[in-house]
């Protein structure tokens, strides 16, 4: 039996009376794995970089029966530049390249680093006019649902490629999962991770990361999703928050 457990805390009372966003996961696994999957959460929500957190929300629910939906683990990328400015400059490229126009780019880039704190989900934003196109504030809508279908293959891989941390392996995953989403054609993300400074922008044709797309030590990071004009908001919302979907490992690899 498949479980989706997720969890979201904050700090200073729940997100819906204003406290501020600590960590999130996101996991699906099967019954006899939901006490460790629950306790590595808790562990993270208490010791997390952005402070430690004094609301907890974690949601066992079982999804037997709803059909899942398998998704190829994007190739990854890497593109260098040696500081924010190149960082950003590198991301704006890698955007344009994926088909987002230039002024959808600089408005998603501009909507990010306007940010005075984290969201706890991310922006869905025209990838032709760069408009913002949810209206969920600094809510931002939240994808879920998603795991990896062979654990110890998929750490294997970023090992390999020395980039097996918690961030690569989670942000992969969710953007595995985020490019498949109906009319969705690019993510930029960068860490709310203090301490984490490395972005990336994932696309159908990979995950680039890229070093430096925020200084060390800036509590503020976010997501931005890049949809087209045509695309309809409520089946892209309902398609990240809802469906369940495994990313599968290559089997050449
Ligand atoms: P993280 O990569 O975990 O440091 O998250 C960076 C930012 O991405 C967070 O502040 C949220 O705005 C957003 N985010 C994190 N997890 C999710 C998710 N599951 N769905 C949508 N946005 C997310």
Redesign the pocket.
């Known amino acids: 039996m498949l479980y989706s457990v997720r969890m979201r805390s904050a700090q200073g009372g729940a997100h819906e009376v204003g406290g501020r966003?600590i960590?999130?996961a996101?996991r699906i696994v099967s019954q006899d794995r939901i006490e460790e999957t629950t306790n590595a959460m808790l562990a993270r929500a208490f010791s997390h970089t952005r402070g430690k957190a004094d609301f907890i929300n974690i949601v066992v629910e079982n999804i037997e029966g709803e059909r899942v939906q398998e998704v190829p683990l994007l190739p990854v990328y890497t593109r260098i530049g040696r500081d924010v400015v190149m960082g950003r400059q590198i991301a704006e490229e890698s955007l344009l390249e994926s088909g987002v126009t230039l002024r959808a780019v600089q408005n998603g880039m501009a909507a990010l680093l306007a940010?005075t704190d984290?969201?706890?989900?991310?922006m869905l934003v025209c990838a032709v006019t760069g408009q913002r196109l949810d209206d969920t504030g600094m809510r931002?809508?939240?994808?879920?649902r998603m795991d990896i279908d062979h654990e110890e293959a998929f750490h294997e891989i970023l090992e390999d490629k020395g980039m097996n941390n918690t961030?690569v392996q989670?942000?992969l995953v969710?953007a595995s999962k985020?490019v498949t989403a109906p009319n969705l054609i690019a993510e930029l993300?960068?860490?709310?991770?203090p301490e984490?400074t490395t972005g990336y922008v994932a696309s159908a044709a990979g995950y680039i990361r890229i070093p430096h797309c925020k200084p060390l030590g800036s509590l503020l990071?976010?997501?931005v999703f890049f949809v087209k004009p045509e695309g309809d908001l409520e089946s892209i919302v309902d398609y990240?928050a809802n469906q369940p979907v495994i990313v599968k490992v290559p089997e050449e690899l």
């Open positions: 966003h960590s999130g996101e940010l984290s969201m706890r989900g991310a931002g809508v939240r994808v879920s961030h989670e942000a969710l985020v993300c960068w860490s709310d991770d984490y990071g976010g997501r990240l």
